[in-house]
């Protein structure tokens, strides 16, 4: 399948919330916490060529995710995903170690998820800020952020790790990870 998204920064999620209850969204449940643990080759080469393999836990799921290197229609980024559930995140790390793949980086946050017709928005929580991810088919995306008063202009071209990294070379004292301090 085709991912399609917009990942946009906001100082606020509560206000976000607010305007997708009155915009007619629905919650499709609470937040939740996600822990993803990424793979790669020692020399990684699924990272420079854009790729990444994941496995991503929230409670007790867990879901084996490949994305493809991303291309964009605007301000959408566009990219292959395939995902599969997995029984469980321990064996399905190690198949990946058993293909090569050691883990690299582990990455949280806390997501709550609505839908706004065919667009699922959701509401992440990071250690390095907010943000509102508008994932759809590509002509409603642009048209759910401004009904959300969101500024399409102002989505991210990276993933989470791509920002994480950014804040680590900024940040020298940031850890390996991209987790919460609890």
Do not use: C
């Not at 709550?112 to 992440?124: A, M």
């Not at 989505?155 to 791509?162: F, I, T």
């Amino acid at each position: 399948m085709i991912e399609s998204e917009l990942k946009i920064p906001v100082g606020d999620l509560d206000t976000v919330r607010r305007r997708l209850a009155g915009a007619g969204a629905d919650p499709l449940g609470p937040a939740e916490r996600e822990v993803n643990l990424l793979f790669d080759t020692a020399d990684r080469q699924l990272a420079e060529a854009g790729r990444v393999l994941r496995i991503r836990r929230v409670g007790d799921d867990a879901i084996a995710t490949f994305k493809g290197p991303a291309t964009w229609q605007g301000a959408v980024k566009q990219r292959l995903e395939i995902e599969l559930g997995v029984a469980s995140d321990g064996a399905a790390a190690e198949l990946f170690g058993a293909l090569g793949f050691t883990p690299w980086l582990r990455y949280e946050k806390d997501r709550e998820s609505w839908t706004l017709g065919e667009v699922r928005i959701d509401l992440d929580h990071t250690p390095i800020g907010d943000f509102v991810e508008l994932e759809g088919p590509v002509e409603g995306l642009e048209e759910a952020a401004l009904a959300l008063g969101l500024d399409p202009s102002r989505a991210v071209a990276e993933s989470y790790v791509g920002l994480w990294l950014r804040h680590r070379d900024e940040h020298p004292e940031a850890g390996r990870d991209m987790v919460f301090a609890e």
